[in-house]
């Protein structure tokens, strides 16, 4: 599992702005090393007023095959793909995009897949839960679209920009419509399920995403925050023994879907497999 | 020197065209880790036809703190420097660029440095050697302006295109004047050092860079091509028992002035050094 970089090294990035705190680089670089492949995958902080400087400049390089994406260009970043997945259409948002061998770019999201990857993993049942879900950004919209196709029974969004809840509520409904999604919610007695996706919990002074009510064993808690000490909202699952998931779990679960996913890209023919 | 790659970690890059051979990678990452430096040294293949969407968007990146330049873009790269160093400034190229703590760049030349050093290491006098340069780009430049400050007696500056050599052969007269250097002529009697500073040798195919006469074991020779296997000028060296540097011999020679010259970058003040 040592990495090494050469001349010949495939580059893969992640985007993001703040960018030390993301796990990705060293999960995937050592995913990469360990399979054999000449591979890295490295940490690129854009800067939000350098976006449309940066992100054109990484799409040109030669030897750069794949981004992936975090907060907050995930919406951003969809109109850069020349296709998208399932999930990125549905949600107007990308995590993963990969060069094909034509020079286009695909992209999916696999934020709401990572989730229930790593839900399922602590083999807990999501058919018919009521779930309170913070964030209506990139990640929660990617996670509300994965758990109604899960089963979920309902989801009550939650973010500061209302207009970004309502407009999630919708478009979930609209391809799932099984699934009671509504927007403006918080927590209510019904709830059995609580998900932060929002980047609350990220700073070291961060309290809880919003009103949680009073947690219960039987619940099932989830944070996208990725970070070596708990956040507020899982300490407090833990306090409660609720069973959880963290950012890191998720990002666990999403890493073999991602590999797939820059692996399946298409290749050009091997006479005109040099570096570009 | 097990080279780790996190969210925290600076990036440097180097860029050309074609870039699988480059070795600096390899070179400099090592030399991070070694260091106890969170830190890596990216291949970035640049085809020059992208040029200019990818620089820009490389120099606007938070978290990347300084540019290799290789073959064909040394010279194009001068322009993006706030300040060049006196190599840099004479020669009218770069081969590395740092990013000061006010966010502007400094750009030097070290390619003729490093080529200096390199042969000093074998132990041999630079004063007063008549030299034979092939290629007057980047790479050729700085070894004709280092050469003349070693003190050799005279240089003749082969190159396919002719106004280039005349226009560098110019340039170091005029700051060395008491280097006799001259454009366009090809091995004659009194040559006792020939040097390489052309692509040619980077390919299997490839012959010698012209006519190089027949080779005298007193000879110094020395080739900036960077491959594993000789090149057929350092073949030649080798069979007539040619003292001679190597691209690789050239590029460890470089390796410790690029390093010395990233660490004196300019340091923000503690409270602002996040990661922009």
Redesign the interface.
């Known amino acids: 599992m040592?990495?090494?970089?050469?001349?010949?090294?495939r580059?893969y990035a992640i985007i993001g702005?703040?960018?030390?705190?993301?796990?990705?680089?060293?999960a995937f670089?050592e995913r990469f090393a360990a399979a054999g492949k000449d591979a890295?995958?490295?940490?690129?902080?854009?800067?939000a007023d350098?976006f449309d400087?940066?992100?054109?400049?990484?799409m040109?390089?030669?030897?750069?095959d794949g981004l992936l994406v975090t907060i907050p260009f995930k919406p951003r970043m969809a109109s850069f793909a020349s296709r998208l997945g399932p999930a990125a259409k549905c949600i107007g948002a990308v995590n993963a995009l990969r060069r094909e061998a034509d020079g286009s770019w695909t992209g999916d999201m696999f934020d709401g897949a990572g989730f229930v990857r790593a839900m399922e993993r602590k083999r807990v049942a999501l058919g018919g839960r009521r779930v309170l879900l913070f964030g209506a950004g990139g990640a929660g919209s990617a996670i509300a679209y994965e758990l109604a196709k899960a089963g979920v029974a309902a989801i009550a969004v939650a973010d500061p920009q209302a207009e970004r809840a309502d407009a999630l509520a919708k478009t979930v409904r609209a391809a799932v419509p099984a699934c009671d999604v509504t927007a403006g919610r918080s927590a209510s007695s019904g709830v059995d399920m609580i998900v932060n996706a929002s980047p609350i919990g990220m700073r070291p002074g961060d309290g809880l995403p919003g009103d949680v009510g009073t947690l219960r064993p039987d619940m099932l808690i989830g944070d996208v925050v990725v970070c070596d000490t708990p956040t507020p909202l899982i300490r407090q699952a833990q306090q409660q023994g609720c069973t959880h998931v963290t950012g890191r779990d998720m990002l666990l679960g999403q890493v073999d879907a991602i590999v797939d996913f820059f692996a399946a890209a298409s290749r050009p023919p091997a006479s005109q497999r040099?570096?570009?």
Chains 1, 2 share one sequence.
């Open positions: 040592t990495i090494a970089i050469n001349g010949t090294t580059l702005d703040p960018i030390a705190q993301v796990g990705s680089p060293k670089s890295v995958l490295l940490p690129v902080h854009v800067p350098r400087t940066i992100v054109p400049g990484l040109a390089i030669g030897n750069l040099v570096t570009s």
